[in-house]
């Protein structure tokens, strides 16, 4: 954790006052953009930042005006964009060790990116991930559609995403986002085709499905029953 604030990002963004506006500067620890070919237009999907209860309240407000964010840090080329509209905010604190006050904490999301929680908007063939690790974007794909599948399936499954050219990467500080185009029957007819040609299999036996370790998940495995799905 030594020296961990210069990977930090920062974001900037103006506040009106009565009489004047004012520059609010927040330190930011994590985001994710869609950026157009162009490398201007498109949208932020996530921005994590951090700082004291005024600046976070004026960000918070910020994100549901679809205010304009300047975001800039280590390796991520600087950029001017919103979350658009209906973006969703959760704040919480963070008790520092030598701080009397707590440091404020913001998640921002994009509707996008909220879509792709458990069981929401599967109709959609859009799925924004913060991570391209081949099991983590397997399990994030099969809790959101319902897919029937087993941890040793990622590299195939990764594979097949690229070779049908449907993953792309994203912009991101301190994660590496993903865009997957798909649907749930799509998903579904690549895993059929596979299995009839032999390219992957089940277990031989039922049982549960044990998930190894994965960035973002507090719990050292995940355990799904193989009967349920």
Not at 83 to 94: N, T, V, Y
Not at 126 to 153: A, C, K, Q
């Amino acid at each position: 954790m030594k020296n961990a604030h210069e990977r930090f990002g920062w974001l900037e963004f103006t506040r009106a006052m009565k009489d004047t506006t004012v520059r609010v500067r927040l330190r930011l620890d994590r985001c994710i953009a869609e950026v157009a070919e162009n490398g201007h237009d498109g949208k932020f999907h996530l921005l994590s930042v951090v700082g004291g209860e005024s600046d976070v309240s004026a960000a918070w407000a910020a994100v549901h005006q679809n205010q304009i964010f300047k975001v800039k840090g280590p390796g991520f080329a600087p950029l001017d964009l919103s979350l658009g509209e209906k973006a969703e905010c959760f704040r919480g604190s963070l008790n520092l060790p030598g701080r009397r006050r707590p440091v404020r904490h913001l998640v921002a999301v994009s509707a996008e990116l909220a879509a792709t929680r458990l069981g929401a908007a599967i109709e959609s063939n859009r799925t924004i991930l913060t991570d391209n690790n081949p099991v983590f974007v397997l399990y994030r794909l099969s809790e959101r559609f319902g897919l029937p599948v087993v941890p040793e399936w990622a590299d195939w499954f990764m594979g097949e995403l690229k070779r049908r050219r449907v993953i792309r990467p994203l912009a991101g500080l301190r994660c590496s986002p993903v865009l997957i185009t798909g649907t749930k029957a799509r998903f579904l007819g690549w895993i059929s085709r596979g299995l009839r040609r032999g390219a992957i299999s089940f277990p031989a036996v039922n049982g549960p499905i044990r998930w190894p370790s994965m960035a973002g998940f507090p719990n050292s495995e995940r355990t799904r029953s193989l009967n349920a799905v």
